[in-house]
């Protein structure tokens, strides 16, 4: 293995400059570069997952798939291979302008298994279509109908976090301790209502394109700080962005539940 002494870090610009971009045919710009060791069949994989009706938002994005993506630098810094100094001072992911591109750098070395590298593309896609062209009226009118019922948990600790915020810790826990804004209805703090929208969305449709690129356990995505939203919910969910976005040709969408005995 290169010690970090012998790999020289490249200017992301050069980077993008160098990489054969290409267009997958759902319209997403995608390129790799450096010792990845990722195949180009599970990238193209990968980025052909993406539906295309989400491409128009994303015209201006490339995503990359590199080695690492160096986080404590001024300015943005490449690894054309592993590490482990290179590793320990990596991030998930880094933006950078390049001419009117907006480019995502997204270091595969740094995930554990393709489930782990396939749901940080997805999720950096999910949030780049959200900042172009915001959330559904139809999705946010479902979720904020499922938090008002009380429905338990959520998809992600930002998507918790603000939903707690919107509607009142006490209503988003499942109890009846919420602030009242003085006619008896719980009072909705509107930042915090949008940025829960934002998550829960962003979420949902970065959850929905990794069902399409591969079979997982919902439960993978648990994490320790939140609990998960209940299934049935995710599934109602999922299968609204499944109809403002249709699956591409080549990929079927499918929900499938676990039955005791």
Request: charge should be negative.
């Amino acid at each position: 293995m290169a010690s970090s002494a012998q790999i020289e870090l490249w200017q992301a610009g050069k980077v993008a400059s160098q990489a054969a971009l290409a267009t997958a045919p759902n319209g997403i710009r995608y390129g790799a570069w450096g010792e990845t060791r990722l195949p180009g069949t599970d990238i193209e994989l990968l980025v052909g997952a993406v539906p295309a009706a989400l491409a128009p938002a994303l015209e201006r994005r490339a995503y990359f798939f590199v080695p690492l993506a160096i986080a404590d630098t001024g300015e943005i810094l490449i690894a054309p291979n592993y590490s482990v100094e290179w590793g320990d001072r990596a991030v998930c992911h880094r933006n950078a302008a390049w001419g009117a591109t907006e480019a995502v750098f997204i270091s595969t070395r740094l995930m554990e298994d393709r489930f782990g590298l396939a749901f940080e593309f997805f999720i950096n896609v999910a949030h780049n279509f959200v900042d172009a062209a915001g959330v559904p009226a139809s999705f946010a009118e479902l979720v904020c109908s499922q938090a008002e019922a009380q429905v338990r948990g959520e998809t992600s600790q930002d998507a918790w976090e603000s939903r707690r915020r919107s509607l009142g810790a006490g209503l988003a826990m499942g109890s009846d301790a919420a602030p009242s804004g003085g006619n008896g209805k719980p009072k909705v703090d509107e930042q915090a209502r949008n940025q829960f929208f934002e998550a829960a969305f962003s979420d949902a449709l970065a959850i929905y394109m990794l069902s399409l690129a591969q079979d997982f356990d919902y439960h993978d995505l648990r994490e320790r700080e939140y609990p998960l939203l209940a299934a049935p919910a995710l599934a109602e969910r999922l299968r609204h962005v499944a109809t403002l976005f249709p699956a591409n040709t080549g990929y079927e969408f499918q929900i499938l539940y676990r039955r005791k005995g």
